[in-house]
Nanobody
Framework: QVQLVESGGGLVQAGGSLTLSCAAS????????MGWFRQAPGKERDFVAT????????YYADSVKGRFAISRDNAKKTVYLQMNRLNAEDTAVYYC??????????????????WGQGTQVTVSS
């Protein structure tokens, strides 16, 4: 069992940066690949980025590639999403999620077993 709590969301101007954190509980955090998803108002929840259990492997949606960076610290049981050059299209609720096993990269919602409650990111233009 893994419980996830996101933090770090807020209001930022276009072109700015923000770092999200996702703190996990549970002894087996390092066994899980972790992902970030986002959901804009009236839209489906979309994949953003994922990091493998060892932190060596990462994978990004094309829309954020080169601007966002996902990382994890297994000792702190925390996964991060560094977001740079933000624009209005990045406005959404951001969720972290955990997946155990399965194919890599895990980009589908139904692959993830555990979800956080989400944190709002609003980019003003």
């Amino acid at each position: 069992q893994v419980q996830l709590v996101e933090s770090g969301g807020g209001l930022v101007q276009a072109g700015g940066s923000l770092t999200l954190s996702c703190a996990a509980s549970g002894r087996t955090f390092s066994s899980y690949a972790m992902g970030w998803f986002r959901q804009a108002p009236g839209k489906e929840r979309d994949f953003v980025a994922t990091v493998g259990w060892s932190a060596l492997n990462t994978y990004y949606a094309d829309s954020v590639k080169g601007r966002f960076a996902i990382s994890r610290d297994n000792a702190k049981k925390t996964v991060y999403l560094q977001m740079n050059r933000l624009n209005a299209e990045d406005t959404a609720v951001y969720y972290c999620a955990a997946v155990l096993g399965g194919r890599w990269p895990s980009t589908s919602l139904d692959q993830y077993a555990y979800w956080g409650q989400g944190t709002q990111v609003t980019v003003s233009s």
